[in-house]
């Protein structure tokens, strides 16, 4: 069974520090997913990672994948407020039911 | 936005009642995928439909249902209700059919209906 496993699930940081967020998973995938959601919100879909070596940008979020490692991150950089959420990885299964298995979720909290 | 609705947007019931959940996809997207949020379950995936058919079936209860119709909208059936069911129902969409080869599986989420149960 796949499993899907961030670190760390709470994360507070001063605006301006840099941090990456860790997501591992079991099994064989190369496709890789990163959302964001506010509290109360929905989850807004940040970036889609589809091969070995995949990196996608966008302003300070930095993602990327290693499907040897089975491992994705997401790195902050010069963290501001606005990037304060619940972030969270899933990753594709391929096998049996075809459906994205996501991580707990990293609670982020940037203060000023 | 994403493009797909949810409605209603809050729902508060008592125990053993039965309530649905409505779902409209993205314009052209063929799949719906039901997800249930809570804090103890994090985010798990309930049920897939694919143009009118079930196509996988995930951590969900007997006592939960869903169709899809011809127009593409779904609806989550919950019946007997409990108060662990409490929790915000997700509907998402993609193109993909859920083929192993097809094209990558990017789900755009609707805005949830928060369930309470009392």
């Known amino acids: 069974e796949l499993k899907v496993e961030q670190n760390p699930l709470f994360l507070s940081m001063q605006e301006g520090k840099n941090y990456t967020i860790y997501c591992n998973y079991s099994?064989?995938?190369?496709?890789l997913y990163w959302y964001r959601q506010d509290p109360g919100k929905s989850l807004e879909s940040l970036f889609v990672?589809?091969?070995?070596?995949a990196v996608k940008q966008e302003g300070r979020l930095m993602a990327s994948l290693d499907t040897k490692a089975r491992l994705s991150t997401l790195h902050i950089t010069a963290a501001v407020h606005d990037l304060s959420a619940t972030y969270f990885c899933?990753?594709?299964?391929?096998?049996?039911?075809?459906?994205?298995?996501f991580g707990q979720g990293t609670r982020l909290t940037i203060n000023p | 936005d994403s493009g797909v609705t949810q409605t209603p947007k809050h729902l508060i019931t008592a125990t053993g009642q039965r309530v649905t959940l409505r779902c409209s996809p993205r314009?052209?997207?063929?799949?719906v995928y039901w997800y249930q949020q809570s804090l103890d379950q994090g985010l798990q995936f309930l049920i897939q439909?694919?143009?009118?058919?079930?196509?996988a079936k995930g951590n969900i209860l007997e006592r939960f249902s869903a169709q899809q119709f011809p127009d593409l909208h779904s609806e989550l059936n919950l019946s007997s209700l409990e108060l662990g069911d409490s929790a915000l129902y997700f509907c998402?969409?993609?193109?993909?059919?859920?083929?192993?080869?097809?094209?990558?599986?990017?789900?755009?989420f609707g805005p949830g209906t928060r369930l309470t149960v009392l």
């Open positions: 899933a990753v594709d299964s391929l096998q049996g039911a075809q459906k994205l298995v």
């Open positions: 998402a969409s993609s193109v993909r059919s859920g083929g192993i080869l097809s094209s990558y599986n990017e789900q755009f």
């Open positions: 990672l589809l091969s070995n070596g």
């Open positions: 314009s052209g997207d063929l799949s």
């Open positions: 099994t064989t995938s190369d496709r």
């Open positions: 439909y694919y143009n009118g058919e079930e196509r």
